[in-house]
């Protein structure tokens, strides 16, 4: 999930261009991932050090890590810790980036450095985001400040991002959160959740993504906006936020919620919209107090 | 898979959620199988059908899963009703066991749970 994050931003800051990150995605699945990202990434080694390893490499029949132990650069724990560590998303894609010479080493560890500064991430957070913890990364890249409910609102959207990791796609990410005076659905379903917290939320998409978010709920092939379609949509709201209202229930604030209903072409007053991109189109989670 | 002989009822105001439960209680072994979308429905089905057991949704338009359970053991104190919710908030227990609820499952439910109901019911 992350990566997506990371690769989003490399194309907003013109690292790359958008084809490339397309053809990084697409072979990143075939990388294996080098010490000397990993060492960069943890902050063990700097470009320079890692870029000489690699000159040394060819030098003299050693593996990276033992020549960077013997330059001093790394220690044998370190190592260790970096052998066994996991295949994070982002530096699978800059690993791939690397390979095919989109982006040097001296680069990669700009981004990854400009990147922590703009979103003002520390390393504890920076370690949450690289084992994709969804709290952490929705608390990172969406901006409610100032917002009433901002706490709720962003335990909200972190729960409805596991549940469409869990039922939808796990390739998914939200672009910026927007708000907005009107917003005019097209397939959305909604439903109320109120007492001493009141918020509506919405699930809204083209026809054709709302009928494939359908159909990976219901895992039944759905290719129309039919009447089980909705439901489907529908209950997956319902599911979500029959969950959310579980979970506030756990910290002692007792919800409730109405029954779902269709909200087709329709206008929305004053609202959040969240854009949530996955692999086959965009979804939108609308968001309002009433 | 044994062949039992329960009637079941199935509310829920989702035909998605019937149609998968159905499929579970089918493969269960379940054959007697009604359905209403509301809670009034499933009042009039109860009453006229008497089934040995029925799993109730709490969230639904109109007459609500717990109003409707109020009704039905209001008509048949021995009635045996699951609530099936997602919601499962510690009020929405409290209020299904109050009015009568022996079980409450909350949802998304895995086919051992809805399995284990109907064997602790024969």
């Known amino acids: ?290 | 898979m044994i062949e039992n002989f329960l009637k079941v009822l199935i509310c829920d105001d989702s035909m998605l959620i019937r149609k998968k439960l159905k499929e579970v209680l089918k493969s269960c072994g379940c054959n007697d199988i009604l359905e209403a979308a509301s809670g009034q429905a499933a009042i009039d089905i109860y009453k006229k059908n008497n089934p040995d057991l029925v799993f109730m949704d709490i969230i639904m338009p109109f007459k609500n899963g717990i109003e409707a359970v109020r009704e039905i053991i209001e008509f048949d104190k021995e009635a045996k009703v699951v609530m099936a919710s997602s919601a499962g908030t510690k009020e929405h227990v409290k209020e299904a066991i109050k009015v009568g609820a022996f079980e409450f499952v909350q949802k998304p439910w895995e086919k051992e749970q809805i399995n284990k109901i109907l064997i602790n019911l024969k």
């Open chain 1, 1 to 290: 999930m992350f990566s997506q994050y990371f690769g989003q931003y490399l194309l907003t800051e013109k690292y790359l261009t958008k084809d490339q990150l397309k053809t990084a995605i697409d072979y990143q699945q075939s990388v294996h991932l080098k010490l000397g990202v990993l060492a960069i990434n943890a902050g063990y080694m700097n470009a320079q050090q890692a870029s000489e390893v690699h000159q040394m490499q060819s030098k003299v029949d050693k593996r990276f890590g033992e020549i960077a132990v013997d330059a001093a650069y790394l220690k044998e724990e370190q190592v260790e810790k970096l052998l066994s560590s996991q295949k994070f998303g982002h530096l699978l894609l800059a690993q791939a980036l690397i390979d095919k010479s989109y982006m040097s080493l001296e680069k990669f560890e700009e981004a990854i450095y400009e990147y922590k500064k703009k979103y003002n991430i520390s390393d504890c957070q920076f370690e949450a985001l690289q084992r994709d913890d969804v709290d952490e990364i929705i608390n990172i890249y969406v901006e409610l400040e100032g917002d009433k409910y901002e706490v709720e609102m962003k335990k909200y959207i972190a729960l409805f991002m596991k549940n469409i990791i869990r039922f939808i796609d796990s390739e998914v990410y939200t672009s910026k959160i927007m708000k907005v005076e009107e917003h005019k659905t097209k397939c959305a379903v909604t439903q109320k959740i109120k007492n001493s917290i009141n918020f509506q939320t919405y699930i809204n998409a083209k026809p054709d993504v709302f009928a494939l978010i359908a159909s990976r709920y219901a895992e039944e092939e759905l290719t129309i906006v039919d009447e089980l379609a909705k439901d489907s949509v529908g209950e997956f709201l319902n599911l979500n936020n029959g969950l959310y209202l579980v979970g506030m229930s756990n910290r002692g604030i007792e919800l409730d919620m109405e029954p779902q209903s269709e909200f087709f072409e329709k206008i929305i007053y004053s609202t959040y919209v969240l854009p949530i991109e996955l692999p086959f189109g965009r979804i939108e989670l609308i968001i309002s107090h009433f």
